[in-house]
């Protein structure tokens, strides 16, 4: 997906929604390298995270990935960094979906 990431790089909202749409149709090829590459491509600042279609897109995504692909999101240790990043992002932004999953994901671990 270097293309993809190459076209994130530009650091546009809509472009990244774009690419992480992209990424997300592809993502039952290789669920590992598609949640990689979607954490990849979101920035940890900016105004992708606050624009609520980027929220309204991804947490679903989380929701499926913790539901079908725990062993991606709870034990490999990639993953994990992966779907953290995009929780901790869309979280800090104020995606009460993402709040919620946030703490629903950390009594995972309790």
Same mark, same amino acid.
């Given at each position: /997906?270097p293309? @993809? !990431?190459?076209?994130? =790089?530009?650091?546009d909202? $809509?472009? #990244?929604?774009?690419? &992480?749409?992209? /990424?997300?149709? @592809? !993502?039952?090829?290789? =669920?590992?390298?598609?949640? $990689?590459? #979607?954490?990849?491509? &979101?920035?940890?600042?900016?105004?992708? !995270?606050?624009?609520?279609?980027?929220?309204?897109?991804?947490?679903?995504?989380?929701?499926?990935?913790?539901?079908?692909q725990?062993?991606?999101?709870?034990?490999d240790?990639?993953?994990?960094?992966?779907?953290?990043?995009?929780?901790?992002?869309?979280?800090?932004?104020?995606?009460?979906?993402?709040?919620?999953?946030?703490?629903?994901?950390?009594?995972?671990?309790?």
């Amino acid at each position: /997906m270097p293309v @993809l !990431a190459t076209c994130a =790089e530009i650091q546009d909202p $809509q472009t #990244i929604h774009h690419a &992480v749409e992209t /990424m997300h149709f @592809l !993502a039952p090829l290789d =669920e590992a390298r598609a949640l $990689q590459a #979607i954490a990849a491509v &979101v920035p940890s600042n900016g105004p992708y !995270a606050s624009d609520s279609l980027a929220g309204d897109f991804l947490m679903p995504y989380l929701q499926r990935l913790l539901a079908e692909q725990r062993h991606l999101v709870l034990v490999d240790l990639v993953g994990v960094a992966a779907f953290r990043h995009l929780l901790d992002v869309f979280a800090a932004a104020g995606n009460g979906t993402a709040l919620a999953l946030a703490y629903s994901f950390a009594d995972v671990f309790r």
